[in-house]
């Protein structure tokens, strides 16, 4: 195999890993110098072999993980907004639901306020005509 079949495996190699889909080695989204060493099945360190490709390659993985970590942290951003909005409506529900039940509690207090009334009303009623049937059963009676 020539040095020219050699850097073709290598670049091959590595186009696939940028891909995310390497033949031989384990499809973790990982790129590393080693790690096209292996895709391109070579003997351990070959490709240190080949000082352009690895300056190249060097650069190019450097640039692949920040747009890596870019793409992670935008997923990241946008997770959180999403989060966020999750949690501002349920914070509005949870408003909502509180104003709810404060008027709810209020209408109990007024309507516990109104049937107080009307027993005291009833008891004062009750006694006022247990009053009056005492006076009457009181004048009916005669002394001896």
Do not use: C, W
């Not at 209408?107 to 107080?116: C, T």
Request: no cysteine; charged share 40%; proline share 1%.
């Amino acid at each position: 195999m020539t040095g020219q079949d050699t850097e073709k495996l290598l670049r091959d190699a590595f186009a696939r890993l940028l891909e995310g889909k390497p033949i031989n080695t384990e499809a973790d989204g990982k790129v590393s110098i080693k790690r096209i060493n292996d895709e391109a099945t070579l003997s351990l360190s070959s490709i240190y072999y080949y000082k352009d490709f690895v300056k190249e390659a060097k650069i190019a993985i450097r640039d692949y993980k920040i747009s890596k970590n870019k793409k992670n942290s935008e997923k990241e951003f946008d997770a959180e907004e999403e989060e966020i909005t999750k949690l501002r409506a349920e914070l509005k529900n949870e408003k909502r639901l509180k104003s709810k039940y404060r008027d709810e509690k209020n209408n109990q207090k007024s309507l516990n306020n109104e049937v107080v009334i009307e027993n005291t009303s009833l008891a004062y009623r009750l006694f006022e005509l247990h009053d009056e049937q005492r006076n009457t059963f009181n004048s009916n009676v005669f002394p001896f």
